[in-house]
């Protein structure tokens, strides 16, 4: 049996803003237990789609009965797979994440699709679900129990992690101009039509990312905004 959640949010950004701050929303103050973030894999497809995948490292401290069920030895860090993709015709950003390990002990699939509001100006929606089961044979309804109270818990933070990259996003410079870098640097990291998965290629991007957020802040700087607040 598997333990199901699902939940909408409206979140009071633009797509295009929720958009920019998704790829930028770690670290922050709520995403301790995120230890690392790797892209693996990006590809822009011939309907200029945006298709990435990403390796994240992640922990959580366990409750004590479930030591029982860890060897000494065995890592407690969790690799999670997160794949998504960016439809900029429909205007939709789609994710979705599992763990690669612990799989025995509890596994969970979650699918978040953001969509900008048709009704609702400047109002991006969120419907986020997830799937939790354990194969431990006479535990995994209990275990299902804590792993959905934890589930919940956790995209509490993910949504406050969210907010707060939005808040920076405005705070620095305009979503727009910082939009087309990263369009920009998807395309050159992903025009060739074999997937590119070296490392070289993936720290030449990240070097290019950081140059231009400095480029980007130097403009902010010489024009100053009025800070607004989005959620």
């Not at 029982?68 to 797979?81: A, E, L, T």
């Not at 727009?176 to 870098?181: N, T």
Request: positive net charge; hydrophobic residues 40%.
């Amino acid at each position: 049996m598997v333990k199901y959640f699902c939940n909408s949010t409206d979140i009071s950004s633009t797509w295009d803003q929720v958009f920019s701050a998704f790829w930028q929303r770690y670290p922050n103050p709520y995403s301790n237990h995120v230890l690392t973030e790797d892209v693996v894999y990006r590809e822009v497809t011939a309907d200029q789609q945006l298709l990435s995948r990403r390796l994240l490292t992640k922990t959580n401290r366990l409750p004590r009965w479930a030591e029982r069920f860890f060897p000494s030895g065995m890592s407690r860090c969790v690799y999670i797979i997160e794949d998504s993709i960016v439809d900029p015709v429909n205007r939709s950003l789609t994710i979705y994440t599992w763990n690669l390990n612990h799989t025995t002990l509890m596994s969970v699939e979650e699918r978040c699709i953001f969509r900008d509001s048709a009704e609702q100006p400047s109002t991006t929606l969120l419907k986020r679900e997830a799937w939790i089961s354990s194969g431990i044979y006479g535990f995994s309804r209990p275990i299902q129990e804590f792993g959905l109270a934890r589930f919940k818990s956790n995209q509490v933070k993910a949504m406050k992690g969210l907010e707060y990259a939005l808040s920076n996003l405005q705070a620095f410079c305009p979503t727009a101009p910082l939009l087309m870098a990263l369009q920009g640097l998807a395309s050159e990291c992903c025009g060739e039509a074999h997937p590119r998965l070296l490392r070289d290629t993936m720290k030449d991007a990240s070097g290019k990312a950081k140059e231009a957020a400095k480029n980007l802040a130097s403009a902010a700087a010489a024009t100053p905004q009025k800070p607004q607040q989005f959620i």
